[in-house]
């Protein structure tokens, strides 16, 4: 089992910037890759970019790629940052940790409103 906990979400200015971070504990070394997923009422929740366990970036959500970057502590290998930078109001939603495992089973933390003040 992979636990995962959110942190850093709040209200920012349109413009503004905010990093949220997510520690994993639990089976880490069964983590294969993580990511960071956003959710809006009456949406599908979606992945707005994720990280390998070597580091690679991967699938950047066009709206956000330029403005967003993703982060690891690679000391710890159990931490990812969402940077967030030029926030719109559109970026508004529940922000979500990810994660899976070798075997495809997805892990999910409890997530962190982020509201952007236009």
């Known amino acids: 089992q992979v636990q995962l906990e959110e942190s850093g979400g709040g209200l920012v200015e349109t413009g503004g910037s905010l990093t949220l971070v997510c520690e994993a504990s639990g089976s880490i070394l069964s983590i294969n890759s993580m990511g960071w997923y956003r959710e809006v009422p009456g949406k599908a929740r979606e992945l707005v970019v994720g990280?390998?366990?070597?580091?690679?970036?991967?699938?950047f959500l066009g709206s956000v790629e330029g403005r967003f970057a993703i982060s690891r502590d690679v000391t710890k290998n159990t931490t990812i940052y969402l940077h967030m930078n030029s926030v719109k109001p559109e970026d508004t939603a529940y922000y979500y940790c990810?994660?899976?495992?070798?075997?495809?089973?997805?892990?999910w933390g409890r997530g962190t409103q982020v509201t952007v003040s236009s």
């Open positions: 990810g994660a899976y495992n070798n075997a495809g089973s997805a892990y």
């Open positions: 990280i390998t366990r070597k580091g690679d970036r991967t699938n």
